[in-house]
């Protein structure tokens, strides 16, 4: 019975795990999302140039093929936007 759950539990592993990896959204994607936000939106001049900070820094973790951690920079931008 042990043996059955195990089996069961790797096979459970194997089919998630991918379909995890497909789940991801691709940096570029999400970058222009925030671009067409950070264009439409008004922001006071602080607001901008932390909004742009965090874009940048996303954009240098998207170049290194880093999407989480760009698309959590690009998150905090849309959250500075206001979106």
Known sequence: ???MIRAAA???LAILVPVAA???V???ETLNEVRAARSSATLSAADAAK???LINQGIDRCNADDDNRANGFFKD???AIGK
Do not use: Q
Request: proline fraction near 6%; include cysteine.
């Open 22 to 24: 497909l789940a991801k």
């Open 51 to 53: 909004v742009d900070e």
């Open 1 to 3: 019975m042990k043996i």
């Open 77 to 79: 931008a849309m959250t």
């Open 26 to 28: 691709p940096c570029e």
């Open 10 to 12: 790797i096979g459970a």
